[in-house]
């Protein structure tokens, strides 16, 4: 289990540039850490710090994944969304495919209000 981040570390992570946090984890031998092109939605001049929740979407099949699977309070995706913790990121692998449609603005305010540091993904928005 992952320690908790504290605040004295995220403070000091605050003013760490991704390029230096990828050098360091590369030193101690985190190689691939990263999602590639990713890019701000709306850039604040601050830094996102957060432990990461993750998710991994993955391709569906059109004829068992209709619309209505998301009506279902158990679909990965609402219980993603759900049991994110607060000051965490959530941090989404949709395969770089934008039609993975990986979050929407219902979705991330939900974050938002509980309290969510943010969202990462590099499918579509």
Not at 4 to 20: C, E, F, G, I, Q
Not at 84 to 95: E, F
Not at 111 to 120: E, I, K, Q, S, T
């Amino acid at each position: 289990m992952a320690k908790k981040l504290t605040k004295k570390t995220r403070d000091l992570l605050m003013n760490v540039s991704t390029a230096t946090l990828c050098t360091a984890l590369f030193k101690v031998g985190l190689k691939n850490q990263f999602i590639q092109d990713v890019h701000p939605v709306s850039p604040k001049g601050k830094n996102m710090v957060g432990q990461a929740y993750t998710m991994r979407y993955i391709p569906a099949r059109e004829d068992l994944n209709p619309i209505s699977v998301f009506q279902d309070p158990k679909h990965p995706q609402r219980v993603g969304v759900e049991e994110c913790p607060k000051g965490h990121v959530m941090v989404i692998d949709s395969r770089k495919d934008p039609r993975a449609a990986s979050a929407g603005s219902i979705l991330v305010t939900r974050l938002m209000v509980r309290g969510c540091a943010g969202v990462v993904s590099d499918g579509g928005f």
